[in-house]
């Protein structure tokens, strides 16, 4: 259990902003623990988004609502995903050889394809989110289980690519992640998923999307740059959100509308 305990803290100091004075020794249960721990990570956020939401929608216009949602979720991953999204971006624009795109990947500079690419994700992201804050057909509590849902499947996702797909090199964070990274691992961390379609059984719809995204982004993945790295990890993350926004959005306007 403490090993357990000590992987919530880790991941979230990995995988957020959010300031926890601990040091955890990186060992084997501790690391596990973190593995595990994606899914509470995603709810973690999800659970800021869902009170900012409650204390806003009343009071605030829609669009502050908006704003403050897609500026705090932002915020508390400190755009650490967002980085990645934009070196892979940057990679795949370049339509370079592969190791040419590796190269890339690693750059800490910012290309053009990345700065278009953060405009149009964080555009969209405000879209979607807005389209959903402004539904009548979902209920505050449902409104509310999507903010939480959407932040934890998409680590989930991220967490099935790294455990499914090639290392692109033995060394870096992914590397360290992996090591530890078993079925046991992703199962466990499934299970906390599964909390939610227990409360609103509307979330198996956008759940099995996921796993269409699973399948598509596994073999662009393996086909372009034949391996996951920490980059391609966070932009699924970012992906991941973005696509339950979307899928969730298109439900509201084209099936419910």
Same mark, same amino acid.
């Given at each position: 259990?403490? =090993?357990?305990?000590?992987?919530?803290? %880790?991941?979230?100091?990995?995988?957020?902003?959010?300031?926890i004075p601990m040091?955890?020794?990186?060992?084997?249960? &501790?690391?596990?623990?973190?593995?595990?721990s994606f899914v509470?990570?995603?709810?973690?956020?999800?659970?800021?988004?869902?009170?900012?939401?409650?204390?806003?929608?009343?009071?605030?216009?829609?669009?502050?609502?908006?704003?403050?949602? %897609? &500026?705090?979720?932002?915020?508390?991953?400190?755009?650490?995903?967002?980085?990645? @999204?934009?070196?892979?971006?940057?990679?795949?624009?370049?339509?370079?050889?592969?190791? +040419? +795109?590796?190269?890339?990947?690693?750059?800490?500079?910012? =290309?053009? *394809?990345?700065?278009?690419?953060? *405009?149009?994700? $964080?555009?969209? +992201?405000?879209?979607? #989110?807005?389209?959903?804050?402004?539904?009548?057909?979902?209920?505050?509590?449902q409104l509310a289980?999507?903010? @939480?849902?959407?932040?934890?499947?998409?680590?989930?996702?991220?967490?099935?690519? $790294?455990?499914?797909?090639?290392?692109?090199?033995?060394? =870096?964070?992914?590397?360290?992640?992996?090591?530890?990274?078993?079925? +046991?691992?992703? %199962?466990?961390?499934?299970?906390?998923?599964?909390?939610? #379609?227990?409360?609103?059984?509307?979330?198996?719809? @956008?759940?099995?999307?996921?796993?269409?995204? *699973?399948?598509?982004?596994?073999?662009?993945?393996?086909?372009?740059?034949?391996?996951?790295?920490?980059?391609?990890?966070?932009?699924?993350?970012?992906?991941?959100?973005?696509?339950?926004?979307?899928? @969730?959005?298109?439900?509201? $306007? *084209?099936?419910?509308?």
């Amino acid at each position: 259990m403490k =090993g357990f305990l000590h992987g919530i803290v %880790l991941s979230i100091q990995f995988l957020t902003r959010i300031p926890i004075p601990m040091t955890i020794p990186w060992e084997a249960r &501790s690391i596990k623990g973190a593995l595990m721990s994606f899914v509470i990570v995603g709810y973690i956020i999800g659970g800021c988004l869902a009170t900012t939401l409650y204390i806003m929608e009343n009071t605030f216009p829609p669009y502050a609502t908006t704003f403050a949602l %897609l &500026s705090l979720w932002v915020f508390l991953t400190g755009g650490l995903h967002l980085d990645g @999204l934009m070196d892979v971006v940057d990679a795949l624009g370049s339509n370079a050889s592969l190791t +040419k +795109k590796h190269e890339i990947m690693k750059d800490p500079h910012v =290309g053009s *394809f990345s700065v278009v690419a953060l *405009f149009f994700h $964080l555009g969209g +992201k405000a879209v979607f #989110l807005h389209v959903i804050v402004t539904s009548n057909h979902l209920t505050s509590a449902q409104l509310a289980l999507v903010l @939480l849902f959407i932040p934890a499947c998409s680590r989930l996702f991220a967490l099935f690519l $790294l455990y499914k797909g090639p290392l692109i090199k033995q060394e =870096g964070l992914a590397y360290e992640w992996k090591r530890y990274l078993s079925g +046991k691992e992703v %199962l466990i961390a499934s299970l906390f998923l599964f909390i939610p #379609l227990l409360i609103q059984p509307m979330m198996v719809g @956008l759940l099995l999307s996921y796993l269409i995204l *699973f399948i598509v982004a596994s073999y662009r993945i393996h086909t372009t740059f034949q391996g996951i790295n920490g980059d391609i990890v966070g932009a699924a993350i970012e992906g991941g959100e973005l696509w339950g926004l979307t899928v @969730l959005s298109m439900f509201i $306007l *084209f099936v419910t509308g």
